[in-house]
């Protein structure tokens, strides 16, 4: 089992996605308790990035609406940095 450690700047950003997509908090709950389960699960459709982004994983939240989390994995500690849909990540 990961631990999921959160930093003030992710928060803020949760906050505001939340505050923006109210409907997504059940499947966003739901996503980080997957994740720090297993998260390599295969719901999550965990990936790594590329490019300048090579250091962090991305996972969907929901298919939809594309949104994603981006973290970091160090040591069985999962470090969310950004989240929002697509494009905005990107």
Same mark, same amino acid.
């Given at each position: 089992?990961?631990?999921?450690?959160?930093?003030?700047?992710?928060?803020? =950003?949760? =906050?505001?996605?939340? $505050?923006?997509?109210?409907?997504?908090?059940?499947?966003?709950?739901?996503?980080?308790?997957?994740?720090?389960?297993?998260?390599?699960?295969?719901?999550? =459709? #965990?990936?790594?990035?590329?490019?300048?982004?090579?250091? #962090?994983?991305?996972?969907?939240?929901?298919?939809?609406? =594309?949104?994603?989390?981006?973290?970091?994995? $160090?040591?069985?500690?999962?470090?969310?940095?950004?989240?929002?849909?697509?494009?905005?990540?990107?």
């Amino acid at each position: 089992m990961a631990e999921i450690l959160y930093t003030d700047s992710y928060l803020k =950003r949760a =906050r505001k996605f939340i $505050k923006r997509h109210p409907d997504l908090i059940s499947q966003y709950e739901k996503t980080l308790k997957i994740l720090e389960i297993n998260p390599y699960h295969p719901s999550l =459709r #965990l990936h790594k990035l590329h490019g300048k982004l090579s250091e #962090l994983y991305l996972v969907s939240i929901n298919i939809s609406y =594309r949104i994603s989390i981006i973290f970091l994995i $160090k040591d069985d500690k999962i470090i969310p940095i950004d989240l929002g849909s697509h494009d905005e990540i990107y």
